[in-house]
């Protein structure tokens, strides 16, 4: 790194001349322009001498931009680029004609490079081996309704006038009461839960444009596209405790009766213009069995069907707010529901008039890609030059960090402008670079039961990952997924040649730097430096070896093992006598 050079500042210097007549001395103006070379009788002081440049510094500070590129690349899931960097922070300590481990410096830097190198590739594998399920959101409608049940306050005349203003100019296609219930409602949307719902109407405004599309094209009330609103948030994530998931949260027997696949890779709950297309259909279903009645409806939609149909029969009546009148029907959840999502509506459709910032915001675009085989997300990410996170926000559906298998037309969606590019990359791939997944070919009087016991994986994910049930037989030469983390880290370690060894040599300027040196020119001696290596998660002899360009034999000896196995954090003696 090369240090500033600082150079002196020379004062002008005034300088008194005398003039010739009458004897007067006259005092010179200081000069304007430039400041004289030199003063007479006092030569310029030189500049002081460079600062020597430090090597080791330099490629030291190169080795560490590496490596924080490395870091950058690794939190965008760029598996691939983030080992390049790694390994280029390595390579330009090996490569350099100083060495890597004479200073001190330098093999600091290098010993604490690998280290955290290898810690960064252990803990890839443990975020992110594919098989990892996406973490999930509590649900809005579980607390939502928990407070809707409590006494809400009365609506203020403030907000009353502000209802009455507001659906008198604006026509919304379901019916909405101007009753107490309606307007307390309100009242809870504008006052405690109003920063919840400020946060969804931000989050739903790049959604709402398709799911209106949707409805339009079913020739349902538009006013049902705030539904999701106090059912998830407009979150793709939201997991309620009964286990209804998605930004429609349906429950897994609903879903599949709609259209939605749910298995060990996928949950199309999760994807908004799927389970949108559902919610539509199942909308539209309902509005038949209750002739049209939208509060029944939506009693319906949060209650079930069933549920409802059977507090019309026991009741003799049929209309929501006359069922609703007392506890003996319909339970106080689906009773504080429907007056609930009626606010929603008023306020989605008018948020300035409630005091909400009104958001408008692009619908969202994506291109879609037909994918025939399982690939992982990391690999999707760097293909497209862009972040695990936004292709799980295009694909919410996928649980894990890879396409299903046994797909063959899965369609994955890609950041705008960036299909043909994935299509192109697609298209040239081989089956390795495509996903790290670990196969297991089964073999004679194998079953899923014994198989899962000898790979220590649960039975079940053993089962839902190959698309079986637990009971199902396997045949001979039948490959199945396993999943679990690979044993190796990341993809494969690197190749790494052993630092050499070398000599030092002076360097102008008092610095020391080291000097390569030929194999054949090292000393006997000079080879038997005593190196140690702490064993981390995933190593192994063959690995070890490679690294330090030895070979397993020979760890073997110098520490007096008797099999290959080895334990992290164990200590080995890799180079010495």
Request: proline share 7%.
């Amino acid at each position: 790194m090369t240090s500033k050079i600082w150079l002196p500042i020379v004062a002008a210097i005034g300088v008194s001349t005398v003039a010739a007549g009458c004897g007067g001395t006259v005092r010179a103006k200081a000069p304007t322009g430039p400041a004289p070379a030199a003063v007479a009788g006092r030569p310029t002081p030189p500049p002081p001498p460079p600062q020597p440049i430090d090597p080791v510094a330099t490629l030291i500070g190169t080795s560490q931009k590496h490596f924080e590129a490395g870091q950058r690349e690794l939190t965008l899931g760029h598996l691939d680029r983030a080992r390049i960097e790694f390994d280029r922070a390595v390579d330009v300590l090996l490569e350099s004609p100083y060495g890597a481990r004479t200073d001190a410096r330098m093999r600091e830097h290098f010993d604490r490079l690998i280290d955290r190198i290898s810690a960064y590739e252990v803990a890839s594998l443990a975020k992110g081996d594919g098989f990892a399920e996406q973490k999930y959101e509590p649900a809005s409608i579980d607390e939502l309704l928990k407070i809707a049940t409590f006494p809400k306050p009365a609506a203020e005349p403030e907000t009353k006038h502000a209802v009455e203003e507001d659906l008198a100019r604006t026509d919304h296609d379901i019916p909405i009461p101007q009753n107490g219930r309606v307007l307390s409602s309100v009242e809870l949307l504008q006052g405690r839960l109003r920063d919840y719902v400020q946060d969804s109407l931000t989050r739903g405004a790049k959604y709402l444009p398709m799911i209106q599309d949707v409805f339009r094209a079913e020739g349902l009330p538009l006013d049902l596209a705030f539904i999701p609103i106090i059912e998830s948030g407009f979150k793709t994530n939201a997991l309620s405790k009964a286990r209804a998931k998605g930004p429609w949260q349906f429950m897994i027997p609903t879903a599949k009766d709609h259209g939605l696949k749910t298995d060990w890779y996928v949950d199309e709950r999760s994807d908004f213009e799927k389970s949108t297309v559902a919610a539509a259909k199942y909308l539209k279903t309902l509005s038949k069995l209750f002739d049209g009645d939208w509060h029944l409806v939506l009693a319906a939609y949060n209650g079930g069907q069933g549920r409802v149909q059977r507090a019309m029969n026991r009741s003799g009546v049929s209309d929501f707010w006359d069922l609703s009148e007392t506890s003996k029907f319909l339970p106080k959840e689906t009773r504080e529901y429907v007056p609930l999502i009626l606010a929603a509506m008023i306020v989605g459709r008018n948020p300035a008039q409630y005091g909400f910032t009104l958001t408008t915001a692009d619908a969202i675009v994506y291109d879609k890609v037909i994918v025939n085989r399982a690939i992982d997300l990391r690999r999707v990410a760097e293909w497209t030059g862009t972040s695990v996170d936004e292709i799980q926000a295009l694909n919410p559906e996928l649980r894990r960090w890879t396409t299903p298998i046994k797909y063959p037309d899965y369609e994955l969606k890609l950041p705008t402008g960036t299909g043909d590019v994935f299509r192109t990359r697609l298209a040239s791939a081989s089956a390795d670079d495509l996903n790290t997944l670990k196969w297991h070919t089964v073999r004679q009087g194998e079953s899923i039961a014994t198989i899962a016991r000898k790979l220590r994986v649960s039975r079940t994910e053993l089962a839902e990952a190959n698309h079986l049930s637990v009971k199902a037989r396997v045949r001979t030469g039948q490959e199945l997924i396993i999943p679990r983390a690979p044993a190796t880290l990341l993809a494969t370690r690197t190749d790494r040649p052993a630092p050499p060894v070398v000599a030092s040599r002076p360097v102008t300027g008092g610095a020391s730097i080291a000097e390569p040196r030929r194999a054949s020119e090292v000393s006997p001696a000079a080879t038997q430096t005593t190196t140690y290596y702490r064993v981390k998660r995933g190593d192994t002899l063959s690995s070890i070896a490679r690294l330090f360009n030895t070979s397993v034999a020979r760890i073997k000896s110098l520490n007096r093992l008797s099999s290959n196995v080895i334990s992290a954090g164990t200590k080995l003696l890799v180079r010495g006598r």
